[in-house]
């Protein structure tokens, strides 16, 4: 870790309250995520955090979804605006991947629409046979958007197409 922070795989440290705010407010993937989705995301999850060493404010948090034998989804990374360009993320991902070798899992998957260069430089690619994977979306209702999604992406995108929406509720 960069000198000034630490990294951290306690879950005692998180800021849950603050990690809520990031994703809910300021990450596509997860715009209007309630603070008990969040909550439960938490719960279920490896979580990791960086944390300012003067301070102990949390400025990054990322969490991985796994079996921890085979297979590990790393998801809702984010690092606070104000820390972003100092090396954070580079740490935190480093983190996350020396928590996880021990394990010795066979693949580790992610979806980003803007962080590809971090990532690439921990020996993610895109996939070499996308026709084999599939997804199953499920209600996109409860991400707290107001309407439905016209694609997949625009779901996870956090974008609503009003025309979708139940039309009961439009004023």
């Known amino acids: 870790m960069h000198a000034g922070f630490r990294f951290s795989a306690d879950p005692a440290d998180l800021d849950h309250a603050l990690v809520h705010r990031w994703l809910s407010t300021d990450a596509y993937w997860a715009l209007g995520r309630t603070r008990e989705k969040q909550e439960a995301a938490i719960a279920g ?32 990374v984010y690092v606070d605006p104000s820390v972003r360009g100092k090396g954070v993320g580079v740490g935190l991902i480093e983190g996350v991947f020396a928590d996880l070798e021990p394990l010795g899992l066979r693949r580790s998957l992610l979806a980003t629409a803007d962080a590809h260069g971090l990532y690439e430089k921990f020996g993610f690619e895109p996939l070499a046979e996308p026709e084999r994977w599939m997804v199953r979306w499920h209600d996109v209702h409860d991400r707290g958007i107001g309407g439905a999604a016209s694609t997949p992406a625009e779901a996870d995108a956090g974008l609503a197409d009003p025309s979708l929406a139940d039309p009961a509720a439009t004023p």
């Open 45 to 76: 999850s490896r979580n990791y955090g960086v944390y300012d060493e003067t301070t102990g404010a949390q400025v990054a948090y990322a969490r991985i979804v796994t079996d921890a034998a085979t297979f590990a989804w790393l998801c809702d």
